[in-house]
T-cell receptor
């Protein structure tokens, strides 16, 4: 079936490094994508989103890149900090009506060592 | 500002019992969604409500039901609990559905354990 998936289940980086978390999606009809961060014992926290008519969007220390040709999404975190350690999920939204749902991937666990 | 609040935070039930989980959305948000997150997996969509009407349902059995009240809070009910229902149940609210102008904001969930 169609789903959003992530390339790597875990990623370990040193404090100060840049992190890149990847995600592949299979539904070319998806028009909106979101990255969430989930810390242990908490719910997913919204990080950044991007519409399908965009290639890149920047936030504070984070950048999301969308490549529709190969159906690939990535989250770049600049100057990674220990507080960035968490599970990161990409999610796709199909359509923009009130009744649509987010489809989540399995997540990438980011570990930041100081 | 208060975020999405869920109660209870933890719950232990036995097989065959029924459970009700509660959610209060962010003030001003009219849409509430429910997701189930099994350990090690991403959240899976169960229901979405907007303006007190069901607007979407995921691939879950009829044992799962929900409703939204006039104040936009919501309840998720699960009947005849199975061991496989053990999971983190997440509630998310948004202004209206799930759109670029209305991203989902999640609560910290209710951890349900079925024994």
């Amino acid at each position: 079936g169609e789903s959003v998936g992530l390339h790597l289940p875990t990623l370990s980086v040193q404090e100060g490094d840049n992190s890149i978390i990847n995600c592949a999606y299979s539904n070319s009809a998806s028009d909106y994508f979101i990255w969430y961060k989930q810390e242990s014992g908490k719910g997913p926290q919204f990080i950044i989103d991007i519409r399908s008519n965009m290639d890149k969007r920047q936030g504070q220390r984070v950048t999301v890149l969308l490549n529709k040709t190969v159906k690939h999404l990535s989250l770049q975190i600049a100057a990674t900090q220990p507080g960035d350690s968490a599970v990161y999920f990409c999610a796709e939204n199909r359509g923009n009506q009130a009744g649509t749902a987010l489809i989540f991937g399995k997540g990438t666990t980011l570990s930041v060592s100081s | 500002d208060a975020g999405v609040t869920q109660s209870p935070t933890h719950l232990i039930k036995t097989r065959g019992q029924q459970v009700t989980l509660r959610c209060s959305p962010i003030s001003g948000h009219k849409s509430v969604s429910w997701y189930q997150q099994v350990l090690g997996q991403g959240p899976q969509f169960i229901f979405q409500y907007y303006e007190k009407e069901e607007r979407g349902r995921g691939n879950f059995p009829d044992r799962f039901s929900a409703r939204q009240f006039p104040n936009y809070s919501s309840e998720l009910n699960v009947n005849a609990l199975l061991l496989g229902d053990s999971a983190l149940y997440l509630c998310a609210s948004s202004l209206e559905g799930t759109t670029p102008n209305s991203p989902l904001h999640f609560g910290n969930g209710t951890r349900l354990t079925v024994t």
